[in-house]
């Protein structure tokens, strides 16, 4: 009897190519990896509904090349495949709870990832460029015309929870998002399922309430954007809200019950230094814009800028509900810049007591910005209304 060998299956070309893609990946770093088709992505993604809802604020570049972000030939001619890659940025350490200490994003606590993501993206995308010459691509990292998010979705490495960051089964959402973007078409994987199910630990969790709705958040009112995308005065009844987070919130992701399955990150770039753990807030106010520069150079902190930083300070002093820190507001209501001053006022009028108010009086003789002075005046009447009546203010004080 003859038996019949089957004949071998041909190797796919793409396929072996594809999976080189993804070995070489994985070799330089890359927590994951997955690949989807570069098609026009429709009006399904959401993008113009949460514009036109003003959900961006003062994000105006949001508004700008909204065809580029859904139709990926408009980034690169002939674009037929995009690489999504992540990197698990995630520590095992805890957030301070301590008043005196400010908090900081978890993303922000090392390294800024950009100059991580990028230089390992350089790395892959010059291979793939030497393996095909004939190749031609991009590659962004959260600084090009590209929905990550979205695109990571649809290459099958998590889904977007109602949070709207990527959650991913097996590391959680504690991931740093890229791409690169390629004119050949590979071996794609399959979009993955949504398993929020019924849960909303997110939404309730939320200090401010920024998700409006599932999957929604209006930028306007999370604690992220208020501390590093806003450039102006935070919104008064914003303010108490905040705590003493002083750059980004991980509050949404903190109680998600996927991040049980959160790994320790391998980019020993990410891991928390002294400085950006728990600083002590009372010393953060006194920096100078020089050593802002300095301390924060290789940080995401150096994004909001010195101004903003130190108005973020401020705010977080005002909240720590410590008297000893009205010295240190001091500061804040004489620096040269009136954001600054501004937050320094409501802080004092937070903390309460004579010797806020005594520093808000002395400011108010000699400030001359209308927008400043309407913070002092309503600190005046914050504090005075908590003050026992023995406690009043003297009503012409020395100045000093």
């Given at each position: 009897?003859?038996?019949?060998?089957?004949?071998?299956?041909?190797?796919?070309?793409?396929?072996?190519?594809?999976?080189?893609?993804?070995?070489?990946?994985?070799a330089?770093g890359?927590?994951?990896?997955?690949?989807?088709?570069?098609?026009?992505?429709?009006?399904?993604?959401?993008?113009?509904?949460?514009?036109?809802?003003?959900?961006?604020?003062?994000?105006?570049?949001?508004?700008?090349?909204?065809?580029?972000r859904?139709d990926?030939?408009?980034?690169?001619?002939?674009?037929?495949?995009?690489?999504?890659?992540?990197?698990?940025?995630?520590?095992?350490?805890?957030h301070?709870?301590?008043?005196q200490?400010?908090?900081i994003?978890?993303?922000?606590?090392?390294?800024d990832y950009?100059?991580?993501?990028?230089s390992?993206?350089?790395?892959?995308?010059?291979?793939?460029?030497h393996?095909?010459?004939?190749?031609?691509?991009?590659?962004?990292?959260?600084?090009?015309?590209?929905?990550?998010?979205?695109w990571?979705?649809?290459?099958?490495?998590?889904?977007?929870?109602?949070?709207?960051?990527?959650?991913?089964?097996?590391?959680?959402?504690?991931?740093?998002?890229?791409?690169?973007l390629?004119?050949?078409?590979?071996?794609?994987?399959?979009?993955?399922?949504?398993?929020?199910?019924?849960?909303?630990?997110?939404?309730?969790?939320?200090?401010?309430?920024a998700?409006?709705?599932?999957?929604?958040?209006?930028?306007?009112?999370?604690?992220?954007?208020?501390?590093?995308?806003?450039?102006?005065?935070?919104?008064?009844?914003?303010?108490?809200?905040?705590?003493?987070r002083?750059?980004?919130?991980?509050?949404?992701?903190?109680?998600?019950?996927?991040?049980?399955?959160?790994q320790?990150?391998?980019?020993k770039?990410?891991?928390?230094?002294?400085?950006?753990h728990?600083?002590?807030?009372?010393?953060?106010?006194?920096?100078?814009?020089?050593?802002?520069?300095?301390?924060?150079?290789?940080?995401?902190?150096?994004?909001?800028?010195?101004?903003?930083?130190?108005?973020?300070?401020?705010?977080?002093?005002?909240?720590?509900?410590?008297?000893?820190?009205?010295?240190?507001?001091?500061?804040?209501?004489r620096?040269?810049?009136?954001?600054?001053?501004?937050?320094?006022?409501?802080?004092?009028?937070?903390?309460?007591?004579?010797?806020?108010?005594?520093?808000?009086?002395?400011?108010?003789?000699?400030?001359?910005?209308?927008?400043?002075?309407?913070?002092?005046?309503?600190?005046l009447?914050?504090?005075?209304?908590?003050?026992?009546?023995?406690?009043?203010?003297?009503?012409?004080?020395?100045?000093?």
């Amino acid at each position: 009897m003859t038996r019949l060998i089957p004949k071998p299956k041909p190797i796919d070309p793409l396929d072996t190519l594809t999976q080189r893609i993804r070995a070489k990946a994985l070799a330089l770093g890359f927590s994951k990896i997955g690949l989807s088709q570069a098609n026009r992505l429709g009006l399904q993604n959401g993008l113009e509904h949460w514009l036109a809802a003003g959900h961006q604020g003062e994000m105006c570049w949001m508004g700008k090349n909204v065809d580029k972000r859904q139709d990926p030939s408009l980034v690169l001619t002939e674009a037929r495949t995009i690489l999504s890659l992540g990197i698990n940025y995630y520590v095992p350490v805890n957030h301070s709870e301590l008043p005196q200490h400010g908090k900081i994003s978890r993303y922000a606590w090392g390294t800024d990832y950009h100059l991580v993501f990028k230089s390992r993206l350089k790395e892959l995308a010059d291979w793939i460029g030497h393996t095909v010459p004939s190749v031609k691509g991009l590659f962004y990292s959260d600084t090009g015309p590209i929905m990550d998010k979205i695109w990571a979705h649809k290459a099958g490495l998590g889904w977007i929870g109602k949070h709207s960051n990527l959650i991913t089964r097996d590391l959680g959402s504690w991931l740093f998002l890229g791409e690169i973007l390629l004119d050949i078409e590979l071996t794609y994987d399959q979009e993955v399922g949504n398993y929020c199910g019924t849960c909303q630990r997110c939404i309730e969790a939320c200090p401010t309430k920024a998700i409006v709705a599932p999957y929604i958040v209006d930028s306007r009112l999370c604690i992220s954007y208020l501390t590093i995308e806003l450039k102006g005065p935070i919104p008064r009844e914003l303010r108490a809200l905040i705590g003493t987070r002083i750059f980004g919130c991980d509050d949404c992701q903190d109680v998600c019950p996927w991040n049980r399955f959160a790994q320790p990150s391998l980019e020993k770039a990410f891991y928390p230094t002294a400085e950006n753990h728990s600083p002590i807030l009372m010393n953060l106010i006194k920096i100078t814009e020089k050593d802002f520069s300095h301390q924060f150079r290789l940080s995401p902190i150096k994004r909001c800028g010195y101004v903003g930083f130190l108005r973020n300070v401020a705010v977080a002093l005002g909240n720590s509900g410590d008297p000893k820190v009205v010295s240190s507001l001091e500061v804040a209501i004489r620096h040269p810049e009136s954001l600054v001053r501004g937050h320094g006022a409501w802080a004092l009028g937070q903390i309460g007591g004579v010797d806020a108010r005594l520093v808000l009086w002395e400011a108010s003789q000699v400030e001359s910005d209308p927008t400043v002075l309407e913070e002092i005046q309503m600190a005046l009447t914050t504090s005075s209304s908590v003050l026992p009546k023995k406690e009043g203010l003297p009503i012409s004080p020395q100045v000093k």
